[in-house]
């Protein structure tokens, strides 16, 4: 049997000599048995593996069978090869240990095909690296025309066409959103595949991210008629550690999926605390819908990246299939699992759950204005259950005596039924439509009717407060919020209209109309950043005057030597020549030419800086505007210093702080003292420019595309010790935050400015790496608000 055996079977003496050698030996080594036997067995072991033998020898003594193992023999021709080898003892009569016999087996085809096997994984793992690469690379250059696209595409539909052409265009934008969504998410899928996300672990506030989100993509449901609720736990912690930026990703996806596939009714949004323990806090997060549903067997296929349940979903909702599997990639990084529970025709249920710890600072809601409520009488009148549940919980929490309804002749009968028993509620949060008596009827009859006490109406609708504040006035409504409602909303609410103490910071908005102006004016706008040239360009414009551009001090000189202008509108801080430089050398121009009176030139500056005042001064300009600029004070500015002719330099923004006491207040959402910031505050920002929102998203498009060329300037120049260069690509950036309130980004960008400016070069690295963090996180937050409108 030794001899027809394949495997090589070898017999040793406990000093390594070979006395057995059978034929499967001779074909693997290539030596005869008459050459082998009476050999060490060094002679087929290489020089650098001999304390094998002493080992096998070792292991023979013990008694015990030899390990087995792999290793490398040589053949008579001096070839390697690799080896599998298994043994065991060679007993005497006696039960002694003599010897011990070695099966060998040359497994260089395993080997070879192992090797190939890892080979072909590399190769194919480098083939899905570059396909990644490509991917990432593609995506990224994509956006820049896309950008461009969307943007032009959103210009042309300003004008007036004709139907036909409008619906071209309209079918552009829409296709040229999709596309560019379809962009992101796959650049969001190709940093999972190549390792490149990375995440933040930072203490934020997961009231204000989640009700932040929702107020975000608020416009969206509203737009198909759902209604949006978000019911916050009142235990829910104030402050946790993790990344906000992806967290809030995650809620959008769900969250936009959920307004997506649902036709009518409404998306509620939970988030609830499940435990709290050794210093963290188990936060569970559901997102439920009345929408399509999704049958069991389909479930798995959700998940998957580009897959819908069939091509009819594809067809009749669109997206890219992705949404879902960058939400579940997210979630299992942050150590939780996405779930869903779904019946097709009956809606659904994403939740997930996170392990978060508790931040060591952990503020509240300031409760000082929530105690002055305590005791309060509030009735909530909303045809929704969801909203109602919402609203009572909360209300509660703060210890208000709270009492709800779900229609307005309910709300009508039990007003008067209070105050005939001489408990009349303080404030009436009545949803404004209601189906039968909506708000606005309420509001009316409550006005009109002596035998009701309470008049305090507060209106809450999601229709936009452009289009809703005069109805609430002519109601007599005392004031409105707009849904879906934040806490801090509802708190700020009912204590305005009650007279207690608000969240610090402007509580109320009040809405007005620019008479138009009496002759179209020439101005000369110096603005070296071309998305705030379009900002002033698009009010002006819009106001009959006439503009001309320069982009930088030297430019506006020479036009203003072969042009007459009525205003002059100054940035200060620009390349070549500044803002402070050309006004000098203008002022001395008009001196020369005996021009006494002057041309305005208004200061466009993103200082507040003390001696700003004084600079503008001692260089000749009229008055200055801060940005981010409010398109309504800088209307007035303009109109007001053309009218007047050039005065001392002031502060212009103060000239519009007029109020029109006939409109109605809205209560907005403002509060100082919370632990995260908001990003953005989408609502100021389009106050800022006269509720314009086609104009937000070509400022939101002009962000995304120049923040991350100013990035790349702003490391270049740190890497180079250029502070000068670096410190103006910083001003660059934070007035482009500017535009949108997004006070972290401003921060931010400010610290670097100033520390380049005052040439604190070992400060920089790390304020440069914090700018880029909260400006990449502004793109994100931006992009989602735009693919949601």
Known sequence: MMSSCRDAIIACSLDGEIRSWNRGAEEIYGYSRQQALGESLSLITPADRTDELQSLAEQAVAGDALEPFDTVRVRQSGQEFPAAI?????????????????????????????????????????????????????????????????????????????????????????????????????LDLSKFDSQQFEFEEVAFDPRDLVEGTIKVLGSAAHAKGLELVCRLSP??????????????????????????????????????PEALERGRCKLRFRVIDTGIGVSPKDRDKIFAPFTQVDSATTRRYSGTGLGLTIARHLIHCFGGELKVNSKKGEGSCFSFMLSLPLADKRPTLPMQAAERLSGLRVLVADDNESTRGSLLEQLEAWKIEAEAVESGRDALDILREASDQGHPFDVALIDALMPGIDGFSVASRVEGDESIVSRTILMASTTDRLEFSRRCAEAGASGYVQKPISQSQLLNAVAQVTGASTLEGEPTIRLFDEPGPSEPLRVLLVEDTPANRKVVKRALSKRGHELREAVNGREAVDAFRKE??????????????????????????????????????IALTAHSMRGDRERCLRAGMSGYLSKPLDLRRLIHSVEESAKN?????????????????????????????????????????????????????????????????????IDAQQQAGELDDLQRAAHSLKGLASTFEADRTVGAARDLEHAARDGEADKLEPLVKKLSSEANALAIALTAYREST
Request: hydrophobic share 40%.
């Open 86 to 186: 298994r043994g065991f003892p060679i007993r005497d009569a006696e039960g002694s240990v003599v010897g011990f016999a070695t099966v060998e087996r040359d497994v260089s085809d395993r080997v070879d095909a192992a090797d190939a096997l890892h080979n072909a994984l590399a190769a194919a793992q480098e083939a899905n690296a570059a396909k990644t690469r490509f991917l990432a690379n593609v995506s990224h250059e994509l956006r820049t025309p896309m950008n461009a696209i969307v943007g032009m595409t959103a210009l042309a539909l300003e004008e007036k066409l004709s139907p036909e052409l409008r619906d071209y265009l309209e079918t552009i934008r829409d296709s040229s959103d999709a596309m560019l969504h379809l962009v992101n998410d796959v």
């Open 645 to 713: 002719g050039d005065k001392k330099t002031r502060e212009l923004s103060d000239l519009h702080d007029t109020k029109d006491k006939g409109m109605t207040t809205e209560i907005e959402a403002t509060s100082n003292d919370r632990f995260d910031e908001q990003l953005w505050d989408p609502e100021k920002a389009l106050s800022r420019l006269r509720g314009d929102r086609s104009l937000l998203m070509d400022m939101i498009k002009f962000y995304e595309e120049d923040h991350l060329t100013l990035l790349k300037t």
């Open 235 to 272: 235990n829910t912690p104030s402050a946790v550690v993790g990344d906000p930026v992806r967290l809030r990703q995650v809620l959008t996806n769900l969250i936009g999926n959920a307004i997506k596939f649902t036709p009518s009714g409404e998306v509620l949004v939970e988030v609830t």
């Open 564 to 601: 007459d202008f009525d205003v002059i509108l100054m940035d200060v801080q620009m390349p070549i020549m500044d803002g402070l430089q050309a006004t000098e050398a203008i002022r001395e121009i008009e001196h020369r030419s005996g021009d006494e009176r002057g041309v305005p030139i």
